[in-house]
């Protein structure tokens, strides 16, 4: 079945190379300012809690971008994707374009997580203490949408 993109999944999908290509300009047009040490990981609350190499910087844009292709190939597959089943071709339509919609959105929010985290290595910062309840909310937050969302597409009839 394919599943053509619509408009705002487009945006989505502009929004998500953007992001993609700003954090890759991001790191070349930093990488002179960026310390030689830079944090490796970070604590729950935002604190530093090992340092690392400034090389290690650059494993966040290779997986966020390895990530990105991966996650955009996956959209050209639906048939396997594990979706609930639709009463109606209509709702099997439905139900599919809300999953596709669903791993564009989530490609857009790890990249920015990435892209934060990054930003704020990049600085020797610490992260703020409320950045994990706030990402844990938006990316648990929308797979809890659109796993409800497709379950209620597919019991349409």
């Known amino acids: ?17 953007m992001i993609l290509m700003a954090f890759f ?8 300012s960026i310390p030689d040490m830079v944090p490796g990981h ?10 690392v190499d400034k090389t290690q910087i650059l494993i966040m844009p290779i997986i966020g971008g390895a990530m990105y292709f991966g996650l955009t190939i996956v959209t050209f597959f639906p048939k396997i994707w594990n979706v609930p089943s639709a009463k109606t071709e209509k709702g099997k339509k439905d ?4 999953i ?10 790890i990249l920015g997580v990435f892209f ?21 909310l938006v990316i648990f ?14 019991n349409q009839q």
Do not use: H
């Open 1 to 17: 079945m394919e599943i053509k993109y619509s408009k705002f999944q487009l945006i989505l999908e502009m929004i998500g190379a």
């Open 116 to 136: 934060y985290i990054t930003s704020y290595s990049a600085q020797s910062l610490k992260l703020p203490k409320i950045f994990l309840p706030i990402e844990l």
């Open 25 to 32: 300009i991001f790191i070349i047009k930093s990488w002179g």
């Open 95 to 98: 139900v599919y374009r809300c």
């Open 42 to 51: 970070y604590n729950a609350l935002g604190g530093i809690d090992r340092w």
């Open 100 to 109: 596709k919609t669903m791993i564009i959105l989530l490609k857009i929010e």
């Open 141 to 154: 937050g929308s797979l809890i949408y659109f796993t409800s969302r497709s379950v209620s597409l597919s």
